[in-house]
């Protein structure tokens, strides 16, 4: 069976993939790109005595094995072979972060690399905002900005079909069970914030003895309250199902349900 010549690359996209591949903290060694490179037949152009970074060594290697073949199918291979998932048994969290930033690129010219190291075609991404609607953005971006864990613990699943709206709604179903758990309360909405935060509060997020002490907890089961509202129907206290939220709304919201859990974390419990 003839071998399908996959299509070319555009230069910034194999710019962009070796620089993610190439880079000097969190990339592969020199020696493994070496081994990467011959392994998918393609020449690696590092010249003895010469100093170039890791990335523009790669990067000039990819781009004149596509120039000299005239498609991207040994570029597909190095990309394979360089995420392929034995590679990371021991670090499936690289695994994913690598692939995520891979996919970004690859997307520009319609392809995925997924979770079993195979590729499938997609749409072609013509814009950055296509991209962000094509890969697992959401996820990165609350480890980036080192989201508490129960976070991801009660809306992984959404996260990684970027549902925003049912991502913030689990994960804000977790942290009222949090407070369930904690305090031995099974009420739900504000009413259990009230048996749990109120004037002869169960659960305490400080000393609760001077006045500044207890207008922050005040503040805080305000702001547990406000969450509340905002995922339920004023009238048949049921959960909001037509709430159309953004990947920078979702970020923002999972931000404060991040924070309201770490107070948690040190809540102390008065009887």
């Known amino acids: 069976m003839a071998t399908v010549l996959r299509k070319c690359f555009p230069a910034n996209v194999i710019e962009m993939i070796s620089n993610i591949l190439g880079d000097t903290d969190n990339g592969l060694t020199g020696s493994e790109i070496h081994r990467l490179l011959l392994q998918a037949r393609i020449e690696d152009t590092t010249q003895e005595g010469v100093m170039l970074a890791k990335r523009k060594n790669l990067f000039n290697s990819l781009a004149k094995n596509q120039n000299e073949i005239k498609c991207s199918n040994h570029i597909l291979n190095f990309i394979g072979y360089a995420l392929a998932p034995s590679r990371y048994v021991d670090k499936p969290d690289e695994f994913e972060r690598l692939r995520t930033l891979v996919n970004q690129q690859l997307a520009f010219v319609g392809y995925e690399l997924k979770e079993d190291g195979k590729y499938r075609e997609i749409e072609k991404a013509s814009t950055i905002s296509d991209v962000q609607i094509k890969v697992d953005n959401l996820k ?97 206290h049921e959960p909001k199902v037509d709430w159309e939220i953004t990947e920078q709304d979702a970020l923002e919201i999972l931000g404060i349900i991040s924070y309201c859990y770490r107070r948690l974390d040190n809540a102390r419990k008065n009887r």
Do not use: W
């Open 140 to 236: 990165q971006e609350l480890e980036n900005r080192n989201a508490h864990s129960e976070v991801f613990k009660y809306c992984k699943a959404e996260l990684l079909q970027n549902n925003y709206f049912h991502a913030v709604l689990e994960a804000n179903k977790g942290l009222f069970q949090k407070i369930r758990d904690l305090s031995g309360i099974q009420a739900d909405g504000n009413t259990l914030i009230e048996q749990v935060f109120s004037s002869n509060p169960i659960l305490t997020i400080n000393n609760y003895q001077s006045s500044s002490e207890k207008n922050e907890h005040t503040g805080f089961c305000n702001l547990l309250k406000g969450l509340c509202g905002m995922f339920r129907n004023p009238t048949a």
